[in-house]
C-alpha cells in the first residue's frame, strides 16, 4: 500500500498534516487536530488501473477532511495502532493566561513564530540596519514576533516598531518584549481553546505526542520554556521516568517523543520523507532544561542515530549554504567563508567537514565534525595539486591550535574564525591528539 502514502502525502489538502498506515487503515491527523481513517484496501479495487485507483483515493481523501472530525477530550491510556489520536487538554490556566492580548499595528494579535536561523538571516538588510525581530533558541533555532493577519503571518521588523513608536532597539528590553509576545500566545490559544491540546497517536510504532492548538502556532510554544516545563511535569507523571524530546519539526508541528522508544527511527525515518520542505524547522530532538534547549545527539550505537545524523547534516548544510550567501552581500570584510560539506562514509554515515588551506589568510568555518588542513605544491610539471595535511576533529583542531582558530561569539548559527595556517608541529600534535583520543 505504499502507493496510498504517496498520493495522500501529495495531496492538496494534507499539507501539514501527520498520515501513517497502520495495517490496512490510513489514519490521517490533521494540522488544526481534526482526524479521519478508512481502509482503503476495502473502497477500491487493486485491479483497476493506477489512474483510476489515483482518482477515486484522491476522491476518497477530499471527503476525510470535509468530515473529519476532532477527537473527543478525555483522560485514555495511551492509544493502539487501532487510535489514530487521543487528545488531551491541558489546564494550564493560572494568573499569567487570560484571554486578554496586546495588538500590533493593525490591530491584530502579535505572536512569537519559530523559524530556523536562516529564516531570519536573510531578513537583515545593512543598509538600512534592519531584520526581524528575533532571539536565537538554539544554534540553529530562533523565535521571532509576528502579527496574526487574516490572509497571512506578518513578521515583524524593528523598523516597523520604531515607526509606530512600539520599541526602541537601544533603549527598550527586547527579553520584556518577548515575554509579552509569549503571554499574546497563551491568551489567543484560550480565545478558542480550554487549555493547551495535546494529542497522543502512534506513528511507525512510535508514541508521539503532538501540541495541536492554536492553529498555525503549534510550534510556537518551543519558545514558551515555563509552558514546556508544565507539558514535562504533565506528560511525566503518566510516564515517569522517561526522557522526553521536543522536536520543532515545521511550523504547524511540534512533536514529543521517548528517548528510548524502540520504533524512534522508524519515526524519523517516516518525518524524514513526509515533512513538507517549505515549512519544516529543524525536526531534530532537544532537551529542555532549566534555561532553555540543547540538542539531543545520540551515540553511534543508537538505532536512531543513523537517520539523526541524515537530518541533522543535511538541515545544517542548507542552514550554513544560505548564512554564506547572505554574509557576502553583507558590507563588512569576512575573508573566506568556508562551507559546510557532507562525506557520506560507509555504514551509512553522514560527516560534516569543513576546510581550511595554506593560501588562505583569515576568515571562518562553520560548525562541524571535522576539519581538513589542505596543503598546496607543485608537481613535476609544475601544476599545482592539493593535498590534505591534517584531517581531524573540530574541537581536537580547537584544542591543539587555540590561537589559530576560536569561536566567533557574535555570529550565528556558530562559525569559527581561523587566521593563519598552522605548523608542521601543530599539525603533527593534531594528528598524535586524534589518534589518542580515538
Known amino acids: 500500500m505504499e502507493w496510498v502514502l504517496t498520493i495522500a502525502e501529495q495531496h492538496k489538502d494534507l499539507q501539514g498534516a501527520i498520515i501513517t498506515m497502520n495495517d490496512e487503515w490510513l489514519n490521517v491527523l490533521l494540522p488544526d487536530s481534526r482526524a479521519f481513517r478508512f481502509r482503503p484496501s476495502k473502497m477500491i479495487d487493486e485491479s483497476l488501473s493506477e489512474e483510476v485507483r489515483t482518482k477515486r483515493l484522491t476522491m476518497l481523501l477530499s471527503i476525510g477532511v470535509k468530515n473529519a472530525t476532532h477527537s473527543q477530550v478525555k483522560d485514555t491510556p495511551p ?33 512569537p513564530i519559530i523559524r530556523r536561523s536562516d529564516y531570519f538571516i536573510q531578513s537583515h538588510n545593512h543598509e538600512t540596519s534592519d531584520s526581524i525581530i528575533y532571539l536565537p533558541l538554539t544554534d540553529f533555532v530562533g523565535i521571532g514576533i509576528a502579527e496574526d493577519l487574516p490572509q497571512v503571518i506578518q513578521p515583524i521588523f524593528y523598523s516597523h516598531f520604531e515607526e509606530a513608536g512600539i520599541f526602541e532597539r537601544d533603549t527598550d528590553n527586547i527579553g ?30 512510535a508514541h508521539v505526542f503532538s501540541i495541536t492548538s492554536p492553529h498555525e ?26 526522557l522526553l524530546l521536543y522536536i520543532p519539526a515545521s511550523r504547524t508541528n511540534l512533536f514529543i517523543v521517548f528517548a528510548d522508544d524502540p520504533h524512534l527511527a522508524e519515526f524519523f525515518s517516516f518525518m524524514r520523507r513526509s515533512l513538507p520542505t517549505k515549512d519544516s524547522i529543524y525536526p531534530l530532538p532537544h532537551t529542555i532544561a532549566e534555561d532553555g534547549w540543547k540538542e539531543w545527539i545520540p551515540f553511534l550505537d543508537h538505532p536512531a542515530a543513523r537517520i539523526l545524523e541524515n537530518i541533522r547534516t543535511s538541515y545544517r548544510k542548507s542552514t550554513y549554504d544560505m548564512q554564506v550567501a547572505t554574509m557576502n552581500t553583507w558590507p563588512q570584510d569576512h575573508g573566506m567563508l568556508k562551507e559546510y560539506t557532507i562525506k557520506h562514509m560507509k555504514g551509512e554515515r553522514h560527516i560534516a567537514v569543513s576546510s581550511w ?27 599545482e595539486e592539493k593535498t590534505s ?19 566567533i561569539d557574535n555570529i550565528w548559527p556558530p562559525r569559527y574564525a581561523i587566521q593563519g595556517f598552522p605548523s608542521e608541529d601543530i599539525l603533527t600534535k593534531m594528528r598524535e591528539a586524534s589518534r589518542k583520543h580515538f
Not at 222 to 241: K, M, S, V
Not at 361 to 381: L, Q, T
Request: charged content about 25%; proline content about 3%.
Open 79 to 111: 492509544p493502539t495502532t487501532e487510535n489514530i489520536s487521543n487528545e488531551h487538554t491541558l489546564d494550564f490556566s493560572d494568573d499569567s493566561m487570560n484571554d486578554e492580548y496586546n495588538e500590533g499595528i493593525n490591530a491584530r494579535p502579535i505572536l
Open 176 to 205: 520584556e518584549l518577548f515575554n509579552s509576545v509569549t503571554h499574546n500566545l497563551r491568551a489567543f490559544n484560550l480565545r478558542k481553546n480550554k487549555g493547551l491540546n495535546i494529542a497522543h497517536t502512534t506513528i511507525n510504532g
Open 217 to 242: 502556532y503549534q510550534s510556537s510554544w518551543f519558545g514558551d520554556i515555563e509552558i514546556i516545563h508544565r507539558i514535562n511535569e504533565a506528560i511525566l507523571q503518566d510516564h515517569p521516568n522517561q
Open 357 to 383: 588551506e595554506d593560501t588562505d589568510i583569515y576568515g571562518s568555518i562553520p560548525e562541524c565534525d571535522y576539519i581538513s588542513f589542505i596543503r598546496s605544491f607543485n608537481d613535476k610539471n609544475g601544476i
Open 389 to 407: 595535511a591534517a584531517t581531524v576533529k573540530l574541537r581536537v583542531a580547537c584544542d591543539i591550535w587555540r590561537e589559530g582558530i576560536q569561536k
